[in-house]
């Protein structure tokens, strides 16, 4: 691997994009710690965690920057929310359906629309959390409630939800640039920058609360989960094609055989980020209407890691995004449309439909058990709450799913350039 790292910081082009992404990150890390104006800065220095289940929540995918009120507390879970409700937008309104299928510029106008309602949910949640700042939702290293803004005018408030929607503005603006200029998805590597970024923090945490023995196997089990995590994300299931010989002119095409690589988790970490995001939606709405049963019912069930009713509905929602997105990324009718232009088939297989109803019998069998993996590993943190009585397992759960298969992703960006460019990689 060190000299895979290698190979491509001698690649000029691959070495811009590293750096890059690197330089976009640490901006991002930055402004997870300047706090944003009209906040009282001592008070936000004494803040360690809050013990609301809440706010934990909301502050796991924003690397600690909302405990502090930065200018990036909302981090990039108000764009995934707008982006899960435009892709359920598509599937109903008949509009996005046609945008869709036309290609790039069908798509440019969705990512707009993205824009503009991923700006909406970041105002209405910063105006939630400001309100919350004030109301006593952060506390101390002594547990001792703490006003973040002691002085709670119209004009201040204003300045902090102005800023705090800005801030969420930039992060997407800095998303799609790693996307376009560097290596890796630029969303799922703000994620996996702020999930790491506090790994340090919570392990030592972890080692207070339990000792070195029970740490050391936790740390074990970590190391195992890796491992697992990988098999699964690596599993795939090929089906054989065999492409028919045609002539064409003086030339004689086809007669090889190939395969089709068929994933045992097509959709990757995507439908652990898309559950956490409709569970942080709730969230999202507690914050902004400050009715006491609502929020009290959000606290203890759609929050509480502890609680039956999170760890059934957090589990049927993975399942349920992994069929979806695999749904949406996997079309088996295209598939067998275009292996029948090219005169390919399926030994024993009809070509046409029938090859897209085994594709597509073949794929929905082997999405259950990748669905149930990460499922049973996202609620790991849930089994810890009810056995080791922590408040925290940084070293499973959707952390290390989502740092896991992140990793994976970008390692794979980063092979298929070197391969271009016929340098040794990762998996050679």
Do not use: C
């Not at 990150?25 to 360690?48: H, N, Q, S, W």
């Not at 290596?183 to 994620?191: E, Y």
Request: net charge positive.
């Amino acid at each position: 691997m060190l000299s895979a790292f290698i190979n491509a910081f001698k690649v000029p082009d691959l070495r811009r994009k590293i750096l890059f992404t690197l330089f976009i990150v640490a901006i991002y890390r930055l402004g997870a710690f300047l706090p944003a104006p009209g906040i009282d800065f001592e008070a936000a220095r004494k803040l360690t965690d809050s013990t609301d289940n809440l706010i934990r929540l909301l502050n796991l995918f924003s690397g600690g920057a909302l405990t502090q009120l930065a200018i990036f507390a909302l981090g990039i879970m108000p764009y995934i929310t707008a982006s899960i409700i435009m892709q359920l937008l598509t599937v109903v309104i008949p509009k996005l359906e046609q945008w869709q299928k036309e290609g790039e510029a069908g798509t440019k106008r969705i990512t707009q629309w993205t824009r503009y309602l991923t700006v909406g949910l970041a105002l209405m949640q910063s105006t939630g959390v400001t309100f919350l700042a004030h109301r006593g939702g952060f506390r101390d290293s002594q547990n001792n409630v703490v006003d973040l803004i002691p002085n709670f005018t119209p004009g201040r408030v204003a300045l902090i939800v102005v800023t705090l929607t800005a801030g969420t503005a930039l992060v997407m603006w800095l998303g799609e640039l790693i996307s376009q200029r560097g290596i890796g998805n630029g969303m799922s590597i703000m994620i996996f920058a702020s999930i790491v970024s506090g790994l340090p923090g919570s392990g030592a945490n972890l080692l207070a609360q339990l000792g070195k023995a029970w740490f050391a196997f936790i740390l074990f089990l970590f190391v195992l989960i890796i491992a697992g995590i990988v098999i699964v994300e690596q599993g795939q299931r090929r089906i054989p094609v065999q492409y028919a010989k045609r002539v064409v002119g003086r030339k004689m095409y086809g007669g090889s055989s190939t395969y089709i690589p068929l994933k045992v988790n097509t959709a990757g970490v995507i439908p652990i980020i898309f559950a956490s995001s409709v569970l942080y939606f709730p969230a999202l709405i507690s914050t902004v209407i400050q009715w006491k049963p609502l929020r009290s019912f959000i606290d203890n069930h759609l929050a509480n890691q502890g609680s039956p009713v999170y760890i059934v509905f957090y589990g049927l929602l993975i399942i349920l995004f992994a069929y979806f997105y695999t749904a949406i990324t996997f079309n088996p009718l295209d598939i067998a449309d275009n292996m029948r232009k090219y005169g390919g088939f399926i030994p024993g297989i009809r070509p046409g439909r029938s090859t897209a109803e085994h594709l597509d019998f073949i794929l929905s069998r082997i999405t259950l058990p990748g669905a149930l993996f990460i499922a049973a590993i996202a609620l790991l943190p849930s089994i810890a709450l009810a056995t080791l009585q922590v408040e925290s397992l940084p070293f499973g759960g959707t952390s290390v799913l989502i740092t896991v298969g992140v990793a994976l992703e970008t390692m794979k960006q980063l092979e298929s350039q070197l391969l271009m460019r016929h340098y040794e990689g990762f998996l050679a």
